[in-house]
């Protein structure tokens, strides 16, 4: 089972406990099987891949959307979202 943290300073740990939330831009690393959670207070709009490949779901769940390299998703509603690796993957989280 994989663990949820809120995104922010993500480590590669399983912890059962959410890591804290940041409002800072810039890359994020993520083991294959991670899953974090995305909160509205985070900051965080945008969010683009760098490497790997993320599943995304948001909360009511509107559909699963599948993020390759160079793929974007704009954070709009439907709070919190969830992100899993599907394999190692970067990130790049952005709050404008």
Not at 29 to 56: F, N, P, Y
Request: proline residues 3%.
């Amino acid at each position: 089972m994989t663990s949820t943290a809120h995104i922010g300073t993500l480590d590669s740990s399983q912890s059962a406990s959410p890591e804290t939330l940041s409002s800072r831009s810039g890359i994020r690393t993520l083991a294959r099987d991670k899953v974090i959670r995305l909160e509205q207070r985070s900051g965080i709009k945008r969010i683009e891949i760098k490497t790997g490949v993320v599943w995304l779901t948001s909360t009511p769940a509107k559909g699963d959307i599948l993020l390759r390299v160079g793929d974007v998703f704009e954070c709009q509603k439907n709070w919190p979202y969830v992100i899993e690796a599907l394999e190692h993957s970067e990130l790049s989280c952005s709050c404008a």
